[in-house]
């Protein structure tokens, strides 16, 4: 995120007048707009649909009421468009010519001049229109969108009492057609009613059709009575297990029966004991045959008194005597709910039978009153509609002398103080977003044009190289080093190529001691990181050579005030030893191997053996030496010398710097197996350049002074990073 922004700072610092100019020119074009514009003025007025209407007659309210045809169709929004019809413009401007006719500018105006600036919307969730009219003229305005209310009230009032006496024309021809219809309808009746002698008996009539009712409901009781009677029925036989009704009785009235209990009881106690002597004696002992006996008197007895008690004379055994309570009152229940089935489906028969007879009358009945009733029906319907017809009419003339409307103004058009159009903060803030887009759209097409490169990020994304440093941005009075010490005592300048030179020899596995500094045009500062690399190495007790290998545009010896002779040249041509070539300067440790004499073919010296004995000796003498290369978009001496050096630093300068070049000249190195030791941004506003950037007043000058001092005279490096801090 923070990254993000950042480079859109960094996007907007460089583009930032561009896209000012773009949102200046269109704000300036939207203000010149403003200026010459004609202001128009909007006024308003409101008119209501009133659906209940004010007319006394139900006819009146009926046609007040707005038409609605079809599903979509909407009563507002067919009054909006009446606004705009060619009949109510019409009516206002003669309402205007009208009104203005003694003034001395009479009104000369057309439809379409009052359509093209009406504008006419419907009040959300109200019966509410809003016109709305703008002019030129805040009054003529507002005198336009009265005379166009106006209009359409008197518009409404003319529809309404239009519908009103075609209603009335109509209905005036109807009713006396109606009239003579229902004379004929009273006169065919009554001649139906002398020649038939028939009278309508409504009151016999709707008597049977109650009877008849109140006979279906007691059939529909008695059936469902019948139905219940049936299945208490069933279950009452299956709980006695009685098949019959006489049986049934006998069982009750024998287990009833004071006697009979007796008796039972009785052969209870021979049977018992005739089975204790059978299981003691023979079947013939006298005791046996003594207790069968018995048994079978008291038997014969037991039958003859249940004949007695049982209907018909019907025989019992014991078994199916009902002894005990529960049976005797289920065998009661089965006996009371058969005879009350009996009695239910008898009175069932009898409601059927009444109910047919009466079915038999009723349809006998409306035959002969069929006629009749036909004959009061049409008398009576055309009673009914010569009544509604009158009434029809008079509410038709109600409403045709009333004069009604379902408009009204409720707002009248007042002129306008403030005009309405153009409107200035709307027109500014389309100008500030189209002209925010266009300037956005400049930035992008800005940066999409631009190859250059512009930030530390760009150079690591687009290299995959190690970043090793990132030099500040030198002052014009800085960019030569005589006097060295306005460099070397500017801690900010300083510090960032101390880390550069740091950066080299921590990421190099041997002992780093010959360097080329290239780049891909020129303009990058890649002379200027030389001399100034070499200056910070000597400072910290390195002795140090700067080769100036740049024979087309040599700048070393400006920067150091040097002589350009003697040179490279002379070395390489045998005139004079490469320790005799090199000049000292200012700074103690620091040697310049200038150009020399300048000579026609360059590169011939460089790709020659001298050249590469050359840079051997110098690795013998010095500790660190650093080649000063054209640029490798231009010629292959960069390329050349690499061969015999530890590595290539490629310098890049922000806004000059091409992408392209720059990947071009480092898939060159790398294609040609040549080590490159990293990337160095230079012109940058550094934060360290910043923090280091302090005054230093008088008083504290002599402090600097023993600095600069240790400094020239070789302190070590450690001493000289404490005395920094």
Known sequence: MGKGISTLLAVLRRRGLPALSTLAAVIGASVAYLAVTPRFYETSARLMVDAKGVSVSELGRDLTQPSVVGRSSNPLADQAELVKSQAVLDKAIEKLVSQNKNSANPIDLK????????KVS?????????????????????EVLNAVSQAMVEENIQAI????????QFLEKEVPVARNRLQKAEVAESKYRQQSGVIADTDQTRSLVESLANLEDQERILLAQVQEARSRDDSLRKLTATKNINNAYTSVRSGQDEQLKALRAKLTQLETQLIEARLQFTDNHPRVVSLRGQRDQIQTLYTEQVGRVSPENQTASSADVASDQISQNLTTQLINNEVERLAVENKLRAVQSMRTNLQARLT??????????MLTRQREEAAESLKLLQSKLEEARIAEAQKVSNLRIIEIAQAPTAYAYPKRSVVLVIAMFFGSILATGIVLLLELMDNRLYDVADAEELLKLPLLGILPRLPATKLTLEPAEKFLDDVGLVEPYRMLLKNLEFRSSDKLQIVVVSSTISGEGKSVVVSHLGAVAAMLSRRTLIIDADLRRPVQHTLFNLPPKPGITDVLNGNRTLLSAAQSTDIENLFVLT??????????LLESKAMKSLVAEAALHYDLVIIDTPPLGVCADASTLSQYSDGVIMTTRPSVTLKESLQRAVAELNQNRIPILGVVINGMETETEKYYRYPI????????RPLRRLNLLGSSSRNSQNDLR
């Not at 439809?111 to 009406?118: C, F, G, K, V």
């Not at 009492?161 to 009335?168: F, I, L």
């Not at 150009?595 to 011939?604: I, V």
Request: proline share 8%; charged share 20%.
């Open 697 to 704: 007043d008088e008083k504290q000058s002599f402090l600097s």
């Open 111 to 118: 439809t379409t001049d009052i359509t093209s600036s009406l």
């Open 364 to 373: 006998i009945l409306p035959l002969r009153q069929q006629p009749l009733t």
């Open 595 to 604: 150009c020399g004499e300048l000579h026609g073919r360059p590169s011939q």
């Open 122 to 142: 419907i009040v959300p969730a109200t019966n509410i229109l809003e016109v709305r009219y703008y002019n030129q003229n805040p009054e003529f305005a507002a």
């Open 161 to 168: 009492s239009s519908e009103a006496t075609k209603v009335r």
